[in-house]
């Protein structure tokens, strides 16, 4: 295996790949979108199928060509854009960005696998926007530069908005104004906040900047207007995360959406929010976001959601909307491993991304293929459909588990070591969040068994169909990630770790002494225990 | 080499050579329209004459901008710098693409009248002369030429009382308003016994006294009138509803644009030194005109009045980047006029193509599937929209960032506030366009059956969506040139005693 590895990191650099791949992985689902929209309607889908598969193949490589030891920024490349206006085309790609990356392209073949037949009117311009959204969610991801940034964060609205307004369902137009109105209104006011941060770090050294590098070392020179501008960027990340009071338009997006928009929400999209904080919002004011009173909201907050959310899941007649409810529970569980502010914490609050990616996204997936058969999304209608579509049951239980958390599934490693990380700092709060695991459980498994296993009461269900080869395509690799990243996690952790590291020690020395000393030099030696 | 004293008459001749050309041209217009003004064959000859006119003057400004030429000393009456250049470039282009704009549109509507080209030609004159004018005197002159034709082009559509009435409130308000800067300009002349920017400059360099803070303070309500700036904005949504839209997007556009430069030239010329007295005003003006003319634009229903409001809250921003009086906010303004004024124009020109013979109000329940039927049209619409907005990729969005760069250099941390706050509200009524547009179906089956580009049309409006775009992602030329335009307004030192 790790000669394998070696070969063809060996290959990857006689071809010069980390010089130029970000920029192909950014350009070639733009480039498809247009070919798309100029070539034949007939052939949207398998052109977009080869682009995807081109893209996610092209991709995979950086998984082998990434450097494990190295907690620093990778593939680096920067290009004049605007220059004289300090801004550059500047990307890159670090241990916590690497999955977002991979998510994102992986994502792509079987979004469109997904959508095969579901989607029957307007083929070219739906697959055109999903290439579109797919250039805009990499190069959120990639971009090293503030402006840059901004641009695809804002530019990643327009597909995601037309996604959910033309091929959702019944309540779609709301659901995709307000999406985009939350979504706005929180970034206007980022905007202001970078614009502000770049010429009170360009008045002490000189140098005005959108780079991400300049302004990072020089994030001392803000002072007293670093409350704002974190207040700023929190309000733009909160609201895309979401976090507690800003997540009204989550439930409503996804469920509305069409199949692949509610994938790309939750694999993607909801990953933005909690990349920008530790990306840019805490390591740019690392003072102020972790000092007592902060992070004490930001936790609250984050418990309140993961409770709140879970509480709600439960009385949810609508199976998307549960789902979507369940994922801000989730990204709940992020927010407490970013606030953690321990290595083991962050890695897990990196795995938790990426699992609940693969879950959730796959929660969807299921979702939408029981919808395309009965047209209907109530709980109320199914049941006893383990007995006519036993293999979609198996996967539809399989996937429940990964994102209740149980052992030996993908969900559990992350959210163990978020509890692990960050109990030493928050040991109230972790106990209230691991209670909350077993509501959870609740709603999931209740859900499955009225979904799969009550008396079906309901004859439409006799006849359903399982789940045909396409299906299949879809949902293997997604539940044998969950496996694969249950039982042998350590390729993943390997690749965040050093960057999580150098994202602790940057922020260490801001943070406040920890509340329970002795809990702390208990986590401290689970911690050492470690290899 | 090309510097050119402008005292002398050879001089000053030279000086004024786009605008003596395009007077020229027009009197050639004015004499063939007398003889030719049978049907929409003569109408459409006397369009394209027009435009070869202001081809012509384009071709002088460029000419007088690339050789570089400029004023001995300081500049008499007529400006001889990049930032004259720059704003005739972009006035003369507007001019241009509003008469193309016009030569079906007239003829559709049953407008067919001889004096129409004449007008428009006269109004750009009178807007050259306002980006020309070092003076007082002949700023107010520009401004009259230019205001006199637009009441008449506002008042054109002589078959309809909406039309009228607007011609009549605009020349009401309008006349009130040169009032205002008239008197203005006599108490600054009694302070300072100047009526040269840079003389008035000179003199009030050690403080003003209060004659000329009160002169200052009448100037900018006559502005304030001219930009459409709240609470000076009533006349706007009336007037630019009733006229015939080609004219109401020259006149959200030219206008705007010619009003903008005159006011930055007068601030940065000539009262630099009183920047502390005018900036609390401009900036409570700006605010106002941000917040009111988002927020009514919320409650429209017609897509013109809407367009209209909009360009009232566009006004705001403007402001916003005259406030800080520097040569990058006077940059901003120059950007940001090109931005919002290629947008502008692309929009009244896809509303012109919609509009119904006859019932000249397009609701915007109206557009409803217009993607369907017309998606080239409704791209177009919701590309302009957004740069309107100010979405990350459009012209528009290069023009905020800029605008609020060049405030909170100055140190101001509301105003790009209330720029922010201002582009959130504007969602609420540029989203909704967008969603009838793309989202919902078409009402009848012979619904938009009637939307009819013309061929000048179309070009038009593909190349201003086409500029959005380019300029939305490669900006730096423009960028840099609107700078350094700017940079040429500094006030000029005075070396000679005043004759």
New interface residues.
């Given amino acids: 295996m790790a000669e394998i590895e070696l070969v063809l990191r060996h290959f990857l650099a006689s071809i010069g790949y980390a010089h130029w791949i970000l920029h192909v992985l950014l350009i070639l689902p733009l480039v498809g979108a247009v070919g798309l929209l100029l070539s034949p309607g007939s052939w949207a889908r398998w052109f977009t199928l080869v682009v995807a598969a081109l893209e996610f193949g092209l991709a995979l490589g950086l998984w082998f060509a990434f450097d494990p030891t190295n907690g620093g920024i990778q593939f680096e490349t920067t290009i004049a854009?605007?220059?004289?206006?300090g801004i550059s085309y500047h990307v890159g790609l670090d241990g916590i960005s690497l999955f977002m990356v991979l998510l994102a392209t992986g994502m792509m073949p079987l979004l469109v696998w997904g959508s095969w037949h579901s989607i029957q009117n307007r083929r070219r311009g739906y697959y055109a926007l999903l290439l579109a959204l797919k250039a805009a969610m990499v190069g959120v991801f990639i971009s090293l530069d503030l402006?840059l940034f901004?641009?695809?964060?804002?530019?990643l609205l327009?597909p995601m908005y037309?996604l959910i307004?033309?091929w959702g369902s019944a309540n779609?137009?709301y659901a995709?104004?307000k999406f985009?109105?939350y979504t706005?209104?929180g970034s206007?006011?980022m905007?202001?906040a970078i614009?502000?941060m770049?010429?009170l770090v360009g008045r002490s050294t000189g140098t005005y900047s959108f780079d991400y590098d300049h302004l990072l070392s020089n994030s001392a020179a803000l002072g007293p207007a670093a409350p704002w501008l974190f207040t700023a960027f929190a309000l733009a990340f909160a609201v895309k995360v979401p976090l507690f009071p800003f997540h009204t338009w989550l439930p409503d997006a996804h469920t509305e959406a069409p199949t692949a928009g509610s994938v790309d929400l939750a694999v993607i999209l909801l990953k933005m929010g909690t990349y920008g904080f530790l990306r840019f919002a805490i390591p740019f004011f690392p003072a102020f976001a972790l000092s007592k009173t902060v992070s004490a909201i930001f936790v609250t907050l984050a418990v309140a959601g993961i409770i709140y959310a879970a509480l709600v899941s439960m009385v949810q007649p609508d199976l998307k909307r549960l789902v979507a409810y369940s994922s801000v529970s989730h990204l709940g569980f992020v927010m407490l491993g970013i606030w953690g502010s321990t290595v083991e914490s962050v890695q897990g609050a990196i795995m938790v991304m990426l699992s609940h990616g693969i879950s959730t996204g796959c929660l969807f997936f299921l979702i939408g293929m029981l919808y395309d058969r009965r047209h209907t999304r109530q709980i109320a209608d199914f049941g006893g459909l383990a007995r006519v579509a036993p293999l979609m049951a198996t996967a539809f239980v399989i996937t429940a588990f990964a994102s209740i958390g149980l052992p030996g599934l993908n969900g559990f490693v992350g959210e163990f070591l978020v509890l692990l990380g960050s109990f030493g700092r928050y040991p109230l709060a972790v106990t209230l969040a691991a209670t909350v695991v077993i509501f959870a459980a609740w709603y999931l498994l209740w859900a499955v068994q009225r979904v799969f296993f009550n008396p079906m009461t309901n004859p439409e269900n006799r006849t359903m169909r399982d789940v045909d080869l396409r299906e299949l395509a879809v949902l293997f690799p997604l539940v044998f990630s969950m496996v694969w990243m249950g039982i042998y996690p350590q390729p993943f952790l390997r690749r965040t770790e050093a960057a999580s590291r150098r994202y602790v020690e940057m922020v260490r020395p801001y943070l406040p002494p920890p509340a329970n000393a002795a809990a702390a030099g208990a986590a401290a030696a689970v911690v050492e225990a470690r290899p | 080499m090309n510097a050119l004293d402008t005292t002398t008459p050879i001089g000053a001749t030279l000086a004024l050579l786009p605008e003596l050309l395009l007077t020229g041209w027009s009197l050639v217009v004015l004499l063939v329209v007398a003889w030719r003004h049978e049907g929409e064959r003569d109408s459409r000859f006397a369009g394209w004459l027009s435009f070869a006119g202001i081809l012509l003057s384009l071709a002088a400004v460029l000419g007088m901008w690339h050789g570089d030429w400029h004023s001995e000393g300081i500049a008499h009456m007529v400006a001889l710098d990049s930032f004259r250049y720059a704003s005739a470039t972009l006035i003369l282009l507007l001019a241009g693409a509003s008469t193309l704009l016009s030569l079906r549109y007239l003829g559709r509507q049953r407008l067919l009248a001889p004096e129409y080209y004449p007008l428009i030609l006269f109004a750009t004159i009178g807007m050259l002369v306002m980006a020309a004018a070092t003076d007082l005197i002949l700023i107010f002159l520009g401004l009259e030429v230019m205001s006199v034709a637009v009441y008449v082009l506002s008042g054109f559509d002589r078959y309809r009382r909406s039309s009228a009435e607007a011609a009549l409130k605009y020349f009401l308000i309008g006349a009130f308003a040169s009032s205002f800067l008239l008197y203005g300009i006599a108490l600054i002349w009694g302070a300072t016994g100047q009526t040269n920017l840079s003389l008035i400059a000179a003199q009030l360099a050690g403080g003003a006294p209060t004659m000329a803070s009160l002169g200052l303070g009448l100037l900018l309500i006559g502005f304030g009138f001219k930009v459409s700036a709240v609470p000076f904005h009533m006349w706007a949504p009336d007037v630019y509803d009733g006229a015939p839209t080609p004219v109401t997007g020259f006149m959200a556009t030219g206008v705007k644009a010619a009003a903008f430069v005159a006011l930055v030239r007068v601030l940065d010329q000539g009262f630099i030194a009183q920047a502390h007295q005018w900036q609390p005003v401009i900036g409570v003006l700006a605010v106002a005109t941000i917040l009111v003319g988002n927020i009514t634009a919320l409650a429209q229903e017609s897509l013109k009045r809407m367009l209209a409001y909009s360009s009232v809250a566009h006004a705001g921003y403007l402001l916003v980047a005259a406030w800080p009086g520097t040569a990058f906010g006077s940059g901003a303004v120059l950007f940001y006029l090109a931005a919002y004024c290629v947008t502008t124009l692309a929009s009244f020109g896809i509303l012109a193509a919609i509009e119904h013979v006859g019932s000249r109000t397009v609701l915007i329940d109206d557009l409803e599937g217009l993607f369907s039927k017309r998606p080239w049209g409704a791209t177009s619409l919701a590309v302009c929209l957004?740069s309107l907005l100010g979405?990350?990729?459009t012209f528009g969005?290069v023009g905020k960032?800029y605008i609020?760069?060049s405030v909170?250099?100055e140190g101001s941390?509301i105003l790009?506030?209330a720029?922010?706050?201002g582009?959130?509200i504007s969602?609420?009524y540029y989203?909704p366009v967008i969603?009838a547009m793309?989202?919902?179906p078409e009402r009848t089956i012979d619904a938009h059956r009637q939307v009819a580009f013309s061929r000048a049309g179309k070009a038009i409006v593909a190349m201003a969506v086409l500029l959005i775009l380019l300029f939305g992602v490669w900006?730096?030329a423009l960028?840099?040139s609107a700078v350094r335009s700017a940079r040429t307004l500094a006030p000029q030192a005075v070396v000679t005693e005043v004759p």
């Fill in positions: 854009w605007i220059p004289g206006w402006f901004y641009c695809f964060w804002e530019l327009i037309f307004g033309v779609r137009l995709a104004t985009v109105i706005f209104a206007i006011l905007l202001v614009i502000a770049v010429w | 957004l979405f990350p990729g969005f960032w609020i760069s909170l250099r941390w790009p506030v720029v922010a706050v582009s959130l969602i609420g989203l969603t793309t989202f919902k900006p730096t960028l840099n």
